[in-house]
């Protein structure tokens, strides 16, 4: 992601660069148009843009509809779509460069309000006593501004800040505490911040560089898919899987790649930990102390962008060419063959079940 | 006088010029041109020459002056900000600018942004399409864009100053003041262009935020005649501006990007007998910084110098057939925040013969570098003329163009490839030009075939440029221009159409940001003292997403200016003018979401004395 945001910036003032190739795929369901004001049981799927959009396609993928926002609003999300926080009812989208975090009923995507003040570079949104927790980066090449936003849920304000290191990037509630993975902005990154909900104290937990996904699996256990830097920075460090018991905020176990191996997504269902490294998928048991040696499935030459699994079905957003639509792949995971393609929004992202 | 007068016929025309020798009135005054291949190896291509009329009538910025004269489509990030052309059909990196005959494209991006190039002190620019890089280096591809100052002897004084103010506070003043005897002439330019820019959108509540912007140059060229066969040119330059980058969501962290470039040259030039010789040395430097930021004082930056070194011999073997060698050498230094510093060396060999034959021209030219950046293909230029009546001419181009590798692409921290090659166009165009007394027009068909087009990919965890991409462009490019007389009334009317299919054969979609039409035409009508024009610009429809999705297009629009002119003085040489630019208020765009202005003035005063 923060190469793609630099690459973007890097293209921006370039001018854009008016070249391009898509793989076209034959194999796209043909649409039909949804009556507006109803997502409910359906997926979302989140594009970064620009144009940033949300497309959303209903559980039994017989119907599809892009650009719901801008449909039911008719307003622009603004750039870069970044991630959605849900809340009860209520859908938080966050847009990192326009700064913005719009409110949306996620049933009927209308808006309800917006938070445009006291965000800088917004991430990702949690929820927790009430209150909502936005990680920031602020600017992205400053290292000592980096915060997260704490969101009077009433006003729609921020209340307070909290000062974090690096990057941080995403963010997920578990009891009193938030935990915040530190990708590290334009930089990099090695911690987890745990914040204390009610003091507001802050304390890390040292894992391998470049953390990224979370997820709390059934025993309770944090895992954090760390990506390792890659060979570029020329400090290549090895990616890892680590488990954080989130009683003592201590690492009890640390999966590493072979080095070389930058792994960049990572989901949880139904016990089993999915991820995803050079356009193929791995799956392995909660429980497993070790990386599994060969891959469920193979995506082929695609430009893997996302990744969600829900009900034992597999989702992909392949960016294509950074310059044209996504594509949303759906494979089941009983056969592990694609079972259906649809067009989404332009760098799809972030797929969320609603 | 007759010294002068063979000195004049001896640099315009022995070297194969075919121009007409009607634009010095006074045969006193001597008018030495820098860009010398414009006259003498253009005459296969079609060129559209500005001069001080054309110029005084625009909007100081290059990109203002080309978008409403020109074919040339402009992706502008909104009024004044990042401004890059596609030109029949090319990427930004393969259009070159070329500033007094030596190409000035960024080191670092390639590409020229045409919101950096005041026009207030340039003698005149010309645009010549198609492919140039023989002549001018890399990225003359789609065509060439010459920013020119003409050295002038025997002259005396002369002043020329502009002044303008237009809506959105903007004031954009030039002064150009040269001092000539026989043998010696000094020309230095001032400008300054600032703009609060801060426009209100059409049909939109929102204005223009966080637009501002200014620059100013300075110039000063000189020119010594030591004798009757040798002279020295010194050419330099200095710009520098800064822009804050005008936001599409008032939320936006607000930026700013300042620009500092100085081009300096110095050319020796002797006249023995059948032979003309021609020493050149410049230095080029180029500087930015980007505040991501602006009420933060950090940045980031790239900073560039280059050297070059040029030889020219040219030799005349028969009355009609010339032919020229050139060596040349081009040392770059080049670092910045995500570029350690690096620098390159290229050397490179030109051979060019020209004839004439009664009813035809021919010219030919071949270019050989020789660098460790990249493998240098051959290139190469066939060009033939035949002019079947004295008014109908048919040309004849073939060339294999390139454009090079950037710093950005090669030096890129974790990204630059160094096994990048060129991006090379085989390119073919035939052109038909007619032209009476007053009436003129010309139309050109072209077909180019651009293969390993550098793109950035994903890889791993990185980006890295590859050569991968394969474009064919082709087309139609169309000029006329008519005047038409009734005592004191002239009426002209000039214009401009292209037609442009640039497809990508991988995907076979049109590349984003290209129109498949573009019209300018310009009406003037003029009655004395008194002048009157209506100005129009057709851009198509555009696509935004390379998949040609319909849905992400600019729609196409039609812009109209209108203006008027007085004259006063003796000489018409004091001219008071006022524009109403867009004056049916069209909301356009030419990069997604980011408006342009709609109904606004100007009023401009032009002094020569």
């Given at each position: 992601?923060k190469n793609?945001f630099?690459?973007?910036t890097l293209?921006?003032?370039c001018?854009f660069l008016?070249?391009s190739?898509?793989?076209?795929?034959?194999?796209?369901?043909?649409p039909?148009?949804?009556p507006l004001g109803d997502?409910?049981n359906?997926i979302?799927?989140?594009?970064e843009?620009?144009p940033?959009?949300?497309?959303y396609i209903?559980?039994?993928?017989?119907?599809?509809e892009?650009?719901?926002?801008?449909n039911v609003?008719?307003e622009q999300?603004?750039v870069?779509?970044?991630?959605?926080?849900f809340?009860?009812?209520q859908?938080y989208i966050v847009s990192d460069?326009?700064?913005i975090?719009n409110i949306?009923?996620r049933y009927?995507f209308?808006k309800?309000g917006s938070?445009?003040a006291?965000?800088?570079?917004?991430?990702y949104?949690a929820?927790?006593?009430?209150?909502?927790?936005?990680?920031?980066w602020?600017?992205g090449?400053d290292?000592?501004?980096d915060?997260i936003?704490?969101?009077?849920?009433?006003?729609?304000?921020v209340?307070?800040?909290i000062?974090?290191?690096?990057?941080?990037?995403?963010?997920?509630?578990n009891?009193?505490?938030?935990?915040?993975?530190?990708k590290?902005g334009?930089?990099?990154?090695?911690?987890i911040?745990?914040?204390?909900a009610?003091?507001?104290?802050v304390?890390?937990?040292?894992?391998?560089?470049?953390?990224?996904?979370?997820i709390v699996?059934?025993?309770?256990e944090?895992?954090v898919?760390?990506?390792?830097?890659p060979a570029?920075?020329g400090?290549?460090t090895?990616?890892?899987i680590a488990k954080?018991?989130?009683?003592?905020?201590?690492v009890t176990?640390?999966m590493t790649?072979?080095?070389?191996?930058?792994?960049?997504?990572?989901s949880y269902?139904?016990g089993?930990?999915?991820y995803q490294s050079?356009n193929?998928?791995?799956?392995m048991n909660?429980?497993a102390?070790?990386?599994?040696?060969?891959s469920i499935i193979n995506l082929g030459?695609?430009t893997?962008?996302?990744?969600?699994?829900?009900?034992?079905?597999?989702?992909?957003?392949d960016?294509?060419?950074?310059?044209?639509?996504s594509?949303l792949?759906?494979?089941?995971?009983t056969s592990n063959a694609?079972?259906?393609?649809?067009?989404v929004?332009?760098?799809?992202?972030?797929?969320y079940f609603? | 006088?007759?010294?002068?007068?063979?000195f004049f016929?001896?640099?315009?025309?022995s070297v194969?010029s075919?121009?007409p020798?009607?634009?010095?009135?006074n045969l006193?005054e001597?008018v030495?041109?820098s860009?010398r291949?414009l006259?003498?190896?253009s005459?296969?291509?079609l060129?559209q020459v500005?001069?001080?009329?054309v110029?005084v009538?625009s909007?100081?910025?290059?990109?203002?002056?080309?978008n409403?004269?020109?074919?040339?489509y402009?992706k502008e990030?909104g009024f004044g900000?990042?401004s890059?052309?596609?030109?029949?059909?090319?990427?930004?990196q393969?259009t070159?600018?070329i500033?007094?005959?030596i190409n000035i494209?960024?080191q670092?991006?390639?590409?020229t942004d045409f919101?950096?190039?005041n026009?207030r002190?340039?003698d005149n620019?010309t645009?010549?399409?198609g492919?140039?890089?023989v002549?001018?280096?890399?990225?003359?591809i789609?065509?060439?864009?010459?920013?020119n100052n003409?050295?002038?002897?025997?002259a005396g004084?002369?002043?020329?100053?502009?002044?303008?103010?237009?809506?959105f506070n903007?004031?954009d003043?030039g002064?150009?003041?040269?001092?000539?005897?026989?043998?010696?002439?000094v020309e230095?330019?001032?400008?300054r262009t600032s703009s609060?820019?801060n426009?209100?959108y059409v049909?939109?509540e929102?204005t223009n935020l966080?637009?501002?912007f200014?620059?100013?140059t300075f110039s000063a060229?000189?020119?010594?005649k030591i004798?009757?066969?040798?002279?020295?040119k010194l050419?330099s330059y200095?710009f520098?501006s800064?822009?804050?980058?005008s936001?599409?969501?008032?939320s936006?962290?607000?930026?700013k990007?300042q620009?500092?470039?100085?081009?300096?040259l110095l050319?020796?030039q002797?006249?023995?007998?059948?032979?003309?010789s021609?020493?050149r040395v410049?230095n080029?430097?180029?500087?930015y910084k980007y505040?991501?930021n602006i009420?933060?004082?950090?940045?980031?930056?790239?900073?560039?110098?280059s050297?070059?070194?040029k030889?020219?011999?040219?030799?005349?073997?028969f009355?009609k057939?010339?032919v020229q060698?050139?060596?040349d050498?081009?040392?770059t230094?080049g670092?910045g925040s995500?570029?350690?510093?690096n620098?390159r060396?290229?050397?490179?060999?030109?051979?060019?013969y020209?004839?004439t034959?009664k009813?035809?021209?021919?010219?030919g030219?071949?270019r050989?570098e020789?660098?460790t950046n990249?493998?240098?293909?051959?290139l190469?230029s066939?060009?033939?003329?035949y002019?079947i009546t004295?008014f109908y001419?048919v040309n004849?181009?073939?060339?294999?163009n390139?454009?090079i590798?950037t710093?950005?692409?090669?030096?890129w921290?974790?990204?630059?490839n160094?096994?990048?090659?060129?991006?090379?166009?085989?390119?073919y165009e035939?052109?038909?030009?007619?032209?009476?007394?007053?009436f003129?027009f010309s139309v050109v068909g072209?077909?180019n075939d651009i293969?390993?087009?550098i793109?950035?990919?994903?890889s791993?965890?990185v980006w890295?440029?590859v050569?991968?991409?394969?474009?064919?462009?082709y087309?139609?490019e169309?000029e006329?221009?008519?005047?038409?007389?009734f005592?004191?009334?002239?009426?002209?009317l000039s214009?401009t159409?292209a037609?442009?299919?640039?497809e990508n054969q991988?995907?076979?979609?049109?590349?984003?940001?290209?129109p498949?039409?573009?019209?300018?035409?310009?009406?003037?009508?003029?009655?004395k003292?008194l002048s009157?024009?209506?100005?129009?610009?057709?851009?198509?429809?555009?696509f935004?997403?390379?998949d040609?999705?319909?849905k992400y297009v600019?729609d196409?629009?039609?812009?109209?200016?209108?203006?008027?002119?007085?004259?006063l003085?003796?000489n018409f040489?004091y001219t008071?003018g006022a524009?109403?630019?867009?004056?049916?208020?069209?909301?356009y765009?030419?990069?997604?979401?980011?408006?342009m202005p709609g109904?606004?003035?100007n009023f401009?005063?032009?002094l020569?004395f």
């Open positions: 992601m793609v630099k690459l973007l293209i921006f003032l001018g008016a070249t190739c898509s793989d076209d795929d034959d194999f796209i369901d043909s039909e148009i949804a997502y409910e359906g979302l799927v989140s594009a843009g620009g940033a959009s949300v497309s209903s559980n039994d993928f017989s119907t599809t892009n650009d719901i926002y801008f609003n008719n999300l603004g870069y779509l970044q991630s959605i926080g809340n009860g009812g859908a460069n326009v700064n975090i949306v009923d009927t209308v309800e938070i445009t006291g965000l800088h570079t917004p991430r949104m929820f927790l006593n009430g209150k909502g927790y936005v990680s920031n602020g600017d090449t290292t000592s501004d915060y936003a704490v969101i009077n849920l009433s006003t729609n304000s209340e307070t800040t000062p974090v290191g690096e990057g941080p990037e995403q963010i997920i509630a009891g009193n505490e938030l935990y915040v993975s530190h590290g334009y930089n990099s990154n090695n911690i911040s745990v914040i204390n009610s003091t507001n104290a304390s890390t937990i040292t894992v391998n560089d470049v953390p990224d996904e979370m699996n059934n025993m309770g944090l895992m898919l760390c990506e390792g830097k570029w920075t400090d290549e090895t990616a890892s954080i018991d989130m009683s003592t905020n201590t176990d640390n790649f072979a080095s070389g191996v930058h792994p960049s997504q990572m269902d139904n089993n930990v999915y050079n193929e998928v791995f799956v909660e429980t102390t070790s990386l599994p040696m060969s030459v695609i893997t962008y996302g990744m969600a699994v829900n009900n034992n079905m597999l989702y992909i957003t960016a294509k060419d950074y310059a044209s639509l594509d792949l759906v494979y089941d995971l694609l079972v259906h393609t649809f067009e929004g332009k760098i799809a992202s972030k797929i609603n | 006088m007759k010294q002068v007068l063979i016929l001896f640099c315009q025309v194969w075919q121009a020798l009607d634009s010095i009135q006193d001597v030495l041109k860009d291949y006259e003498t190896f005459d296969t291509q060129t500005f001069n001080d009329s110029l009538r909007a100081s910025s290059l990109t203002q002056l080309l409403n004269n020109a074919s040339i402009f990030n900000m990042v890059s052309p596609s030109f029949r059909g090319t990427t930004a393969q070159a600018v500033w007094n005959g494209n960024s670092f991006n390639g590409q919101n950096t190039i026009i002190n340039f620019i645009v010549r399409s492919g140039g890089s002549l001018y280096g890399s990225g003359a789609g065509g060439t864009i010459h920013l003409d050295l002038i002897f025997n004084l002369e002043n020329s100053l502009y002044v303008g103010y237009g809506s903007t004031w003043v002064y150009n003041g040269s001092m000539s005897s026989e043998n010696f002439s230095v330019g001032l400008s609060s820019n426009y209100p049909d939109s929102k966080n637009g501002e200014r620059n100013a060229n000189i020119g010594y004798n009757d066969k040798n002279v020295l050419y200095v520098d800064e822009r804050h980058f936001l599409i969501f008032p936006e962290t607000p930026t990007y620009d500092f470039n100085t081009r300096a050319e020796w002797g006249f023995y007998g059948k032979f003309i021609t020493l410049a080029i430097t180029e500087k505040f991501s009420d933060k004082n950090t940045f980031s930056f790239g900073e560039a110098t050297y070059i070194g030889y020219q011999l040219d030799y005349q073997i009355k057939a010339n060698g050139v060596l050498i081009n040392y230094n670092e995500d570029i350690a510093e620098n060396t290229i050397s490179g060999f030109s051979l060019l020209k004839q034959f009813k035809f021209l021919f010219e030219s071949l050989k020789i660098t990249y493998e240098s293909p051959l190469y066939l060009g033939l003329q002019r004295p001419t004849i181009n073939g060339s294999k390139f454009r590798p710093y950005n692409d090669l030096f921290f974790g990204s630059g160094l096994d990048l090659n060129p991006e090379t166009a085989n390119q035939l052109g038909n030009e007619l032209e009476f007394n007053k003129s072209f077909y293969e390993n087009m793109r950035w990919l994903p791993g965890s890295k440029p050569n991968t991409d394969h474009v064919i462009s087309g139609v169309a006329l221009q008519v005047e038409q007389q005592q004191s009334h002239i009426l002209t214009g159409y037609y442009t299919v640039s991988e995907t076979k979609k049109q590349l984003i940001y290209v498949y039409n573009k019209a300018t035409a310009i009406l003037n009508y003029q009655y003292r009157a024009y209506y100005q129009t610009i057709y851009v198509g429809e555009v935004t997403l390379s040609n999705n319909p600019l196409p629009y039609l812009l109209s200016n209108v203006g008027v002119e007085y004259a003085g003796k040489q008071f524009q109403v630019n867009n004056i049916f208020n069209e909301n765009q030419s990069v997604a979401d980011r408006y109904v606004n003035y401009y005063i032009n020569n």
